[in-house]
């Protein structure tokens, strides 16, 4: 499943989003993504069926973002 | 019924900004709010910001900005998604937008330099009739000059005998003369002109017209009630509102070109319809611009409509001839005292014209003569 992460200089995430098919569900937008603020970077994510199965807020807690692979990678405890 | 979409999180303390976006459509009013997905473990604590901003420990969005872009088809919201609380918090967006009217199908050939909406009042002749140009971005030709036409289309009737009535704000190449332009016809045949109606405007700073300056084009009447339009005052404005130029032409007794002789009362007509288009000066032209962009407007004393086509009640069956590569945006299906419409010069293409596809004629603005600018009787 591809996500796109939203992160700050350290990697760590500010914001995760699964958008989804759109006209499916009912929006009438065609587009819609996250808007990177200052000091923080978006990054494509496509994420193992084991990440993609856990809820969003697991991730936050226990990875962060590999700027360099553009991929989660596990905090250090 | 409100849509609910997307799978999303947002980390604690955080601000994620957001952008919606979609085809342009007037009335368009889009509702968003975020349902949470995940609790947020929060006491409902509130505050105000040092600005003032009262906000929740909770989570919140900030008001929607709105961005046009530039060539008029996508409107983009943007909003920002708060976590105010100590955990993160997972959400979905609940949509449930509202529309206004519908839009107006655009003609046949587009919406573009001289093909555009016509407005009306039911056929009823248009009284107080204010048309004007705001530029928001500097207007610029490289060739063929440009004008502003607000054409208008008579009404119909055994003692009407002026179909179409041009009023224009014109300038030639490299030139930074206004001209302020009444031109009249009985016909669309070249030899059916009455009057071609020339009078110096204003003097631009440069060739290009500063953002921040407005034309407009007020309709002059008789005072009998019927709507007849006897010509037209005409005012350039700069970026400060302070005028720097003022023009009136009234038609009644310049020449007539079909007679030579006095146009009189039998040659003014009321207006049932009135059509904005900007295009190259004159003689058909097609103008090339470089930058420009802004609002035409057209107020009266009725409640206007939007047309698609030229209305039935009206007998002049063409359009005008010049051309730019220019753009308008949509309207939408309203009746309202004034109407408001967003141009922009689109450089797609090379700056190539915008061509009009339907059948109408293309009916060409003349050139200014001596007589037009009254160096001669």
Excluded at chain 2, 326 to 342: C, K
Aim: proline letters at 5%; aromatic letters at 10%.
């Amino acid at each position: 499943m591809n996500v796109t992460v939203v992160h700050d200089e350290h990697g760590e995430i500010v914001s995760i989003a699964k958008i989804g098919d759109l006209a499916k569900a009912g929006s009438k937008f065609t587009r819609v993504g996250l808007v990177p603020g200052a000091g923080q970077k978006a990054v494509d994510v496509e994420l193992s069926e084991e990440l993609a199965a856990r809820p969003l807020r697991e991730l936050h807690a226990g990875y962060k973002v590999d700027a360099t692979s553009a991929s989660l990678v596990r905090k250090e405890r | 019924m409100a849509s609910e979409w997307g799978s999303n999180s947002i980390a604690p303390g955080s601000t994620a900004g957001w952008y919606f976006s979609r085809p342009n459509l007037p009335g368009f009013l889009p509702v968003l709010q975020v349902m949470p997905l995940s609790p947020s473990f929060a006491n409902n604590d509130w505050e105000l910001t040092g600005g003032g901003y009262p906000y929740f420990n909770q989570l919140g969005i900030s008001t929607i900005w709105s961005e046009l872009s530039d060539d008029l088809a996508t409107a983009t919201y943007y909003m920002e998604v708060q976590n105010n609380s100590n955990n993160t918090i997972e959400y979905a967006f609940l949509e449930a937008d509202s529309y206004g009217p519908a839009l107006v199908a655009a003609p046949t050939g587009g919406l573009v330099s001289n093909s555009n909406y016509f407005l009306d009042a039911g056929g009823a002749p248009l009284t107080g009739v204010v048309a004007a140009i705001d530029f928001s971005v500097d207007f610029e030709s490289s060739a063929n000059g440009y004008s502003f036409q607000f054409n208008c289309y008579s009404t119909e009737g055994n003692a009407i005998t002026t179909e179409w009535q041009q009023y224009v704000i014109y300038a030639s190449p490299g030139s930074t003369q206004l001209w302020a332009r009444i031109d009249t016809w009985n016909g669309t045949a070249a030899a059916d002109e009455l009057n071609r109606i020339d009078q110096a405007l204003a003097n631009l700073p440069s060739t290009t017209i500063p953002a921040g300056y407005t034309f407009t084009i007020s309709l002059t009447y008789t005072n009998d009630g019927t709507g007849t339009v006897t010509g037209a005052t005409y005012d350039v404005t700069d970026e400060n509102g302070h005028s720097i130029g003022s023009t009136t032409i009234t038609i009644v007794p310049h020449i007539l070109r079909t007679t030579n002789h006095p146009a009189t009362s039998a040659n003014l007509a009321p207006i049932a319809a009135a059509s904005w288009n900007i295009g190259g000066d004159y003689g058909g032209n097609t103008a090339t611009l470089t930058s420009g962009a802004g609002i035409v407007t057209c107020s009266a004393d009725n409640g206007l409509s939007v047309s698609t086509n030229e209305p039935s009640y009206t007998d002049f069956d063409d359009g005008t001839a010049e051309n730019a590569n220019l753009i308008f945006g949509p309207l939408a299906e309203f009746s309202t005292t004034s109407v408001a419409q967003s141009f922009v010069v689109t450089t797609e293409g090379g700056n190539a014209p915008q061509i009009r596809r339907d059948g109408r004629g293309r009916h060409v603005l003349p050139a200014p003569d001596a007589a037009s600018i009254g160096t001669v009787d």
